[in-house]
């Protein structure tokens, strides 16, 4: 018995067994490759499919973030135009609030105006001018509810954003670079000059000295 096995290994296997015994690796390794290729291959599909899913999800996250999108554009195109509305209507209410006030102006000039058709007299024409100043103190009152303020013009020290001046003159009570007439009442609009009242303004009594003494020594 160890006599045989000792010639089977002197002897060697033979080579057609070796073959066999090789192709059998050979198979059995492309049979473990194959296996692990198909197995990387099902992750990958299952991984195309989380994908897949994925994608489906944004898309329709994206779907209703344009519906969403549309909607606000819609409300707030909406809101723009009540916002409009509002606004035109509160300037048609402010602009008939403005008119039913002057209204009582106007009333009480034209009394003023039939008053004077049928009456004459020094008498009368006094009581007109008491007239004619209350309805100005009335009409000033309305405009002065609505923002409207005269601008502070003679005495004042000249300010070139609210006083227009169209000459200098001479002043033996006002100093130089004072208003010293008025010609045309100019109005602030709440804290905006919508009108530089038109005035004079002193050169004041020392400059006017000055350019006599200029005068006399010429």
Known sequence: MEQNEQQIKD????????????????????????????ER??????????????LEKIKESEKSYKEQLIRMQADFENYRKREEKKKQEF?????????????????NLERASS??????????????????????????????????????????????YCHEAIMNV??????EDTVAEELVKGYYLKSKVIRPSVVKVSKGIVKRQKENEKKTES
């Open 41 to 54: 291959l099902k992750n990958l599909e299952e991984n195309v499919k989380e994908k897949e899913v994925e």
């Open 115 to 160: 008053y004077t058709d049928t009456h004459s007299g020094e008498k009368n024409i006094e009581n007109i001018k008491e007239g004619l100043r209350e309805i100005l103190k009335l009409f000033g009152n309305i405009l002065e509810k609505e923002g409207l303020k005269p601008i502070k013009a003679i005495g004042e020290k000249f300010d070139p």
């Open 91 to 107: 300037m048609e209410y402010a602009k008939q609030d403005l008119i039913c006030q002057l209204l009582s102006v106007i009333d």
């Open 11 to 38: 002897e060697g296997v033979s080579p057609d067994i070796q073959n066999e015994e090789h192709k059998k690796m050979k198979k059995t390794g492309l049979l473990e490759e194959i296996a692990l290729q198909n």
């Open 170 to 175: 001479d002043s033996e009570k006002y100093p």
